[in-house]
């Protein structure tokens, strides 16, 4: 399925003002509306090495699939049957990311304990698949409002989901960036996937937590409802704010915006929609 033409998609990362090396890695690839990022942890240079490994795995799975090898999608049982197609493939792209890192965390000294948050999207059929682990989030703007669309996997927002936490005071907990789901650091997680329908000119926005802990969410609305039709300016624009805010983290932004529809290939709508163009 070729997107070209059919979403915008830009990425950038910034080491913030605190830390000395970036453990934040992205990727993407515009043409087969794919969209990686991942927010590494552990000693030394371990969690570069953790979020490093996971994009370029899921880049090369979804690349894969894209070129027609469903080696993933073998063996299925009856609830992977039950499942949209792109789901499954999220699931078991990153079960075997987590496998791979998992391994190299047990068999090299200098890797052990480390881990990484994941997002792993990926646009198919007038949709977007998300696939989620830890704090790193994705965000949908439509018609000029900001909605969270993924669920952090963290402490405090169990604290919230208990109602014992308002989302402020998890704001400004000192341990809002403790996670409980990370990628890598067990021999098996497990991946929150789901999928939305998309409309033309949404934009989505998937960031590693050193911008949502440094930026409010009303602050990323007004952002992209102001800059918004430049996709890098808003980008550079959000990373700035970031970095003026204290810039504690790493910071790293993926927006994608849905130019035209892409249907499936073959269907009725996508002959309709080529047939107008």
Known sequence: MN????????CQTDVGQVRDHNEDFISYDEPQGIAVLADGMGGLNAGEVASSMTVHLLMDAFAAYRQGDTDLLENLNEVDAESPECMVLVEKAVSRAN???FHV?????????????VIAGLFHDNKFVVGHIGDSRVYRFRAGKLEQITKDHSYVQELIDKGLFTPQEARESNQKNVVTRALGIAPKVEVEVHEHKTSVGDIYLMCSDGLTDMVVDADIETTLNELGRNLS????????VANASGGKDNISVILARVLKPFPAEGGLMERIVNWFE
């Open 3 to 10: 997107l070209k033409g059919k979403l915008e998609i830009v």
């Open 99 to 101: 496998d791979a890192v």
């Open 105 to 117: 965390s047990q068999t090299q000294p200098q890797c052990r304990g480390m881990g990484t948050t």
């Open 233 to 240: 300016e808003a980008a550079s624009h959000l990373i700035n």
